[in-house]
């Protein structure tokens, strides 16, 4: 069985860091893209960043110059580091990865974790 889940999230004032971590645990044959979300209350689930195996990245315009996503291929995890953070990225950060295991090829998502930035 197959497991994503998602460490790092808390509360940070404006303009601080933070960094989430994400590791894909179980019978894993290979992960292709794995990337972060968020949803902020009263709003839709919306792309923050992702990266292939091989190492390509896609951004929201929103945190483009702000965040860095990386992953370790060895540990089966992918990070988001978070710079400059705005009250505007408080939301709840959700981890999913495209995985090959024995059984099918499919979307894992973690749980989520909290990110809170005041003002």
């Known amino acids: 069985q197959v497991q994503v889940a998602e460490s790092g999230g808390g509360l940070v004032q404006a303009g601080g860091s933070l960094r989430l971590s994400c590791a894909a645990s179980?019978?894993?044959?290979?992960?292709?893209?794995m990337g972060w979300h968020r949803q902020a209350p009263g709003k839709q689930r919306e792309l923050v960043a992702r990266?292939?195996?091989?190492?390509?990245?896609n951004y929201a315009d929103s945190v483009k110059g702000r965040f860095t996503i990386s992953r370790d291929n060895a540990k089966n995890t992918v990070y988001l580091q978070m710079n400059s953070l705005k009250p505007e990225d408080t939301a709840v950060y959700y981890c999913?990865?495209?995985?090959?295991?024995?059984?099918?090829?499919?979307?894992?998502w973690g749980q989520g974790t909290q990110v809170t930035v005041s003002s």
């Open positions: 999913n990865a495209d995985i090959s295991s024995p059984i099918r090829r499919r979307d894992y």
């Open positions: 990266i292939t195996s091989g190492g390509s990245t």
């Open positions: 179980g019978s894993i044959f290979s992960i292709h893209v």
